[in-house]
C-alpha cells in the first residue's frame, strides 16, 4: 500500500523559515506530478504547490515567492521550502501525487503541523 509520510513541520514564529518533507513509497514515484496542500480547521483543504515529473513548478499566490516546491526522485521524496512564514500559514501540511485531471491519487497522510506565532 502507498503511503505518504509528511514531516518537518513545527512551531515558528513570523518571519522565519521551516522545510518539509514527504516520504512515497510508491514505485513509479518519478512519472508523478506532487502536490502540497494544507488544511486549517473550518476551510476545505487548498492546493499550495505542485512540481511536475519534469520539474516544473507550480504555486498558489500566497506563497508565491516565498515558498519553493523540489523533488528528489532518488529518495522518492518531496519537500516545500518555506521562508518568510506568516500567521496565515499556520496549517496541518499534507502531499499527495497529482492527477491534473482528476486531482490528488493516494490517500492522505498523517500530515506536518505548522504554526507560525505572530
Known amino acids: 500500500q502507498v503511503q505518504l509520510v509528511e514531516s518537518g513541520g513545527g512551531l515558528v514564529q513570523a518571519g522565519g523559515s521551516l522545510r518539509l518533507s514527504c516520504a512515497v513509497s510508491r514505485r513509479d514515484f518519478s512519472i508523478n506530478a506532487m502536490a502540497w496542500y494544507r488544511h486549517t480547521p473550518g476551510k476545505q483543504r487548498e492546493w499550495v504547490a505542485t512540481?511536475?515529473?519534469?520539474?516544473?513548478?507550480y504555486y498558489r499566490d500566497f506563497v508565491k515567492g516565498r515558498f519553493t516546491i523540489s523533488r528528489d526522485n532518488a529518495k522518492n521524496t518531496v519537500y516545500l521550502q518555506m521562508n518568510n512564514l506568516k500567521p496565515e500559514d499556520t496549517a496541518v501540511y499534507y502531499c499527495?501525487?497529482?492527477?491534473?485531471?482528476?486531482?490528488?491519487?493516494?490517500?492522505w497522510g498523517q500530515g506536518t503541523q505548522v504554526t507560525v506565532s505572530s
Open positions: 499527495n501525487a497529482l492527477n491534473f485531471n482528476s486531482g490528488p491519487l493516494l490517500n
Open positions: 512540481i511536475t515529473s519534469g520539474g516544473s513548478t
